[in-house]
């Protein structure tokens, strides 16, 4: 595991706390994102209001936030008619809006008074890593294939490499501290991933995430562990775990490939989360419709005395 990632994990006592939903967060603080770029969308038009929601996240008690670079593609930007270099800066930008709350919520934690505290926000300064999300191809298209992981014949892994290619290795460079591929569909793009990294000789560490809808599989149907070990097979990736899942599924997957996982909830997910340890997970967060609130919860859970797991790494 590298470094980083270890660093958070001791500092914590064996489990970090990931965000929950950035863009449905944005959107219930009134953003329109009814885009094709989704959440990607507030990188122009309210850099403020994704700065303000991570901060909540971190006040909330998360430990790692993903930038809002989630449908944030080249592809997307030059549709919209930017330039190649306004839509890499955009990229960069994600990245830096989140190290922008990371520094903001540093300085909170040292001028924190007496009623932040009764405020019932962690104002604790510790390690915060921020990640740069990858969003899938399906994601781009904005057509609900990431849910379905069919792209059809013609899009190969050579094709979801030279798609990825650039926006990784912008990310890379961003100052981000690793890469979160997020709601991975199927096989084929986590290989493409996988195989990304090492080509382009990518030096942040990376975390893949995959969706499932029946608590097996991955959406398209492709195994869940099958695509677990191709994440396990690169040395550049160091978690590997689930999410926008029903959180019914998550300790069944987990169990599954018996390593650590960044678990994704709904609504009452923060019953779930002491399971979920037990089976071995030592990354905890959120995705679609969670919110700052279900992160304290998760954090409010996992600080109590804590139950004792044998926490496993990659
Ligand atoms: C469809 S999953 C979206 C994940 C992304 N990190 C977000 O919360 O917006
Ligand atoms: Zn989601």
């Keep these: 595991m590298s470094s980083i990632m270890s660093k ?3 500092n914590s006592g064996g489990f970090a706390i990931v965000d929950g939903g950035l863009a449905t967060e944005l959107e219930r603080h009134g953003a329109d994102l009814n885009d094709p770029l989704w959440s990607a969308k507030c990188l122009v038009t309210s850099p403020h209001l994704v700065r303000q929601v991570h901060l909540d996240y971190l006040e909330a008690g998360a430990d790692i936030i993903i930038s809002a670079s989630y449908q944030a593609t080249i592809q997307g930007f030059r549709a919209k008619g930017l330039s190649q270099e306004e839509s890499e800066a955009l990229l960069r930008k994600s990245v830096e809006i989140a190290c922008e709350a990371r520094e903001l919520y540093y300085e ?3 001028k924190a008074s007496v009623e932040a505290r009764h405020d019932s926000k962690i104002l604790k300064s510790r390690p915060i890593l921020v990640a740069a999300s990858v969003g899938s191809y399906g994601a781009y298209l904005a057509d609900g294939s990431e849910y379905s992981g069919n792209y059809g014949n013609t899009v190969t892994l050579d094709f979801l490499k030279d798609f990825h290619r650039r926006r990784v290795q912008v990310l890379a460079e961003s100052g981000a501290d690793l890469i979160a591929f997020e709601t ?3 096989k084929v793009e986590a290989q493409a991933y996988a195989e990304l990294l090492e080509e382009e000789n990518i030096n942040i560490p990376a975390w893949f995430t995959f969706s499932s809808k029946d608590g097996e599989n991955v959406v398209s149907g492709d195994s869940f562990p ?3 070990s191709i994440a ?22 987990i169990l599954s490939i018996k390593k650590q996982n960044t678990g994704v909830l709904d609504e009452d997910f923060v019953s779930y989360v002491k399971h979920w340890q037990k089976a071995g997970a030592s990354l905890f967060g959120g995705c679609c419709r969670t919110t700052p609130k279900t992160i304290s919860g998760i954090y409010r859970t996992l600080s109590e005395k804590s139950v004792s797991s044998t926490l496993t790494s990659n």
Excluded: M
């Design 8 to 10: 958070v994990l001791e």
């Design 108 to 110: 909170n934690c040292g």
């Design 184 to 186: 991975i569909p199927n």
């Design 226 to 228: 099958e695509c677990a």
């Design 232 to 253: 396990e097979a690169s040395k550049k990736v160091v978690a590997v775990g689930i999410n926008c899942t029903p959180p019914r599924f998550i300790q069944g997957l």
